[in-house]
Each structure stands twice: as C-alpha cells, then as structure tokens.
C-alpha cells in the first residue's frame, strides 16, 4: 500500500472549514479521503490553535521549539550540571567522614 497523497495547507483549511461549519462530520470526510479521523482531528487542532500558519507548519510545529522554550532548555541542562557536580561533591565529602561524626561512623 503506497502513501496517501500530500495534502496542501489550504486542502488541509478547506477540510478543517467544511468541519467547523457542519457541512460534512470528521468521519465522513476522513472516510471519503481515505485518511484517519485522528489527522482531521489533529488538523482541526492545529487550525484552532494557531490558523493557516499551523496547518503550513504541521509536524514540523512540533519540532520548532519557541525562544522561550529553548531558554527554559538551557537552564534545565545549567542546572542539571550543577546538580551533578553537587552530587559528586557530596559523595567525595561523605567518604572523607565530613557528614558523620567519628563516633557515629562504623
């Protein structure tokens, strides 16, 4: 079985349209062009959140992360190398007793 033809972004407004204005159900039309309710769905979704521009994008809106989610990216690996090197630092201080008291030491 061969891949379903490419849809364009404005096949995909077309079909999210038709939807939203009760002209025809997602099961229907997914039934008709031979596609998933799910990627009606998903388009329906993608149209809704953010217009044309999101059914352009796709998949690849996904991927594209914002500037806010890669400086919140940077700071979770900043601070996760810091909590390693904590770590090993408290392991390193440990096997030199500085966490117990020689009387509380085995």
């Known amino acids: 079985m061969g891949r379903k ?5 404005d096949d995909k407004m077309n ?3 038709s939807v939203l204005r ?3 159900s997602q099961t229907d039309i997914a039934r008709r062009l031979e596609l998933s309710q799910t990627t009606i ?3 329906q979704k993608q149209f809704l959140e953010s217009g044309r521009e999101g059914l352009a994008r796709g998949e690849n809106a996904k991927s594209e ?3 806010r989610e890669e400086e919140l990216t940077d700071k979770v690996d900043e601070l996760t190398t810091a909590l390693g090197e904590a770590y090993a630092e408290l392991r390193v201080w440990r096997k ?3 966490l117990y ?3 509380t030491r085995s």
């Open 22 to 24: 009760g002209e025809t």
């Open 5 to 9: 033809p490419y849809h364009t972004p």
């Open 41 to 43: 769905a998903k388009w």
């Open 65 to 67: 992360a914002t500037k």
């Open 15 to 17: 079909i999210v349209l």
């Open 96 to 98: 030199k007793g500085g």
């Open 101 to 103: 008291s020689p009387r």
